[in-house]
């Protein structure tokens, strides 16, 4: 079974920095994997996916996220971080086929500090 | 196109009480499904179709059921609820086939038991 891990719970930075959130995963086949982000009391949004070809992928609001089959990783970055970043967000891995199903890691809470 | 749709978006239920929560999407898409949100742990997949007439179980089915009568919607049903089913839900669908692996989520639905 695949599984997803987000190793940190909380991370801060200010406002102007730069930020990477990890995620790891274990998946047996070539992965289906996905950033989601979730502010307080809203939905998911989808960030970015990675299906195959290019192993950086860009995404909406000016994240990005590469694909490390060696290291079984795909960490979200952006170069500045404004102050509206501040969420939660999700890893996902997908299997492959019509039943596909995702499975989330337990997410990473940003702080953006001014 | 209004996208992924819940009813209710609150919902206070007493132990033992039984509801539904309704999921709609007008976007055709064949798979659907429902998570759980617990803090700390991501969102568990509880069930989902592939198709009108058709339904599995995921990750965490205990307590909950679900049918698909159309194409549209995949209402989710708490037979007995209990205070451990004391969540936010949310539903979500996507296209089948190659490269549709995206899901769209619905606001949510934040349900507690007493």
């Known amino acids: 079974a695949q599984s997803v891990t987000q190793p940190d719970i909380h991370i801060t930075v200010s406002e102007g920095a730069s930020l990477e959130l990890r995620c790891n995963y274990s998946?047996?086949?070539?992965?289906?994997l996905f950033w989601y982000v979730q502010s307080p009391g809203q939905g998911l949004q989808l960030l970015l996916k990675?299906?195959?070809?290019?192993?950086l992928v860009q995404g909406i609001k000016g994240f990005e996220a590469e694909f490390k089959r060696s290291q079984s990783s795909f960490n979200l970055r952006k170069p500045s971080v404004h102050w509206s970043d501040a969420a939660e967000y999700f890893c996902?891995?997908?299997?492959?086929?019509?039943?596909?199903?995702?499975?989330f890691g337990t997410g990473t809470r940003l702080q953006v500090t001014l | 196109n209004a996208g992924v749709t819940q009813t209710p978006k609150f919902q206070v239920l007493k132990t033992g009480q039984s509801m539904t929560l309704q999921c709609a999407q007008d976007?055709?898409?064949?798979?659907m499904s429902w998570y759980r949100q617990d803090p700390g742990m991501g969102l568990r997949l509880i069930h989902y179709?592939?198709?009108?007439?058709?339904?599995d179980q995921g990750e965490v089915p205990n307590g909950y059921n679900v049918s698909r009568s159309t194409t549209e919607d995949f209402p989710l049903r708490l037979l007995s609820a209990a205070p451990s089913q004391t969540s936010v839900y949310f539903c979500?669908?996507?296209?089948?086939?190659?490269?549709?692996?995206?899901?769209?989520f619905g606001p949510g639905t934040r349900l507690t038991v007493t």
């Open positions: 979500a669908s996507r296209k089948t086939g190659t490269g549709s692996y995206e899901q769209y």
């Open positions: 996902a891995v997908g299997t492959t086929g019509t039943a596909s199903k995702l499975t």
């Open positions: 976007m055709n898409h064949e798979y």
């Open positions: 179709s592939v198709g009108a007439g058709i339904t």
């Open positions: 998946y047996g086949a070539t992965p289906y």
């Open positions: 990675y299906f195959s070809g290019d192993t």
